[in-house]
């Protein structure tokens, strides 16, 4: 019983350092998109006073060129080193948590109930607990864009050499696709990202981080209650016991 309680706490104790790392990566991506953003799409829009003053700011324009690749290059190191952690924890670790953001066919079917519903076309009103596949989305979406915008940058950070290899229409649609999408992945980032989902996906969820934020709370069946009075806890249903898979985000 001893030795499955000490493999119990290690693997808790690892799952506490594999968050850890991800909330490491996840800030240091975040910071990147947000220095990308400051200093990108006053490249885009240089017509702008606004785009003109911060380029002012950041001394002429070669100076914030220099800084948003700084940033492209850390979050291309941040993607990576995500990449990495995850291989490492599902191939040498054998842990199975991130496989839950693959899609799968409930996702799909759940997706379209949801659809069905906000068009108006079905009246039952989407579980909660059915809704995972959003969390999926954005993590795919982000990983996507981002990788899309870091093929891009690399190639636009290399023009001469890249159209040596292929050709100068590639140049050009690489560089008209990092700047139009820019945009639509700094929207998405600020809005559903971070204000939906929340800080970080829960790729690593475990009982051990839970149990070290809880705090300690009275439990209401304890408390002195009134004759003939019903407590809150009889009253109301017990929570529903969190799912390893559950997206973090609110819902």
Known sequence: MSGWNDRRARREERLLRLDS??????????????????????????????SRNVIDLAGGIENLRDVHHVAGGALVAAGVSHVLLVLFAVLVLGETAPLRMVPSGRDLTDAMRATAYFGGLRRERPDRDRRRYFGKIDYWFVAWSLGVMAATGM?????????????????????????????????????????????????????????????????????????????????????????????????
């Open 155 to 251: 190639i636009n950070l290399f023009p001469l050499r890249v159209a040596r290899l292929s050709s100068t229409d590639v140049v050009l649609a690489a560089l008209r696709a990092h700047s139009d999408a820019a945009p639509l992945v700094v929207v998405w980032m600020a809005i559903v990202h971070l204000v939906y989902t929340g800080l970080t996906p829960g790729l690593f969820r475990s009982e051990a981080r839970e149990r070290l934020v809880a705090k300690p709370a009275t439990p209401a069946a304890e408390l002195p209650a009134p004759a003939g009075a019903m407590t809150i806890a009889s009253a109301a249903p017990a929570p529903r016991e969190r799912d390893a898979g559950d997206w973090e985000g609110p819902l």
């Open 21 to 50: 790392l991800l909330r490491a990566q996840f800030t240091l991506a975040i910071v990147c998109v947000a220095v990308l953003a400051l200093t990108g799409l006053p490249q885009k829009f240089e017509s702008l006073s606004l």
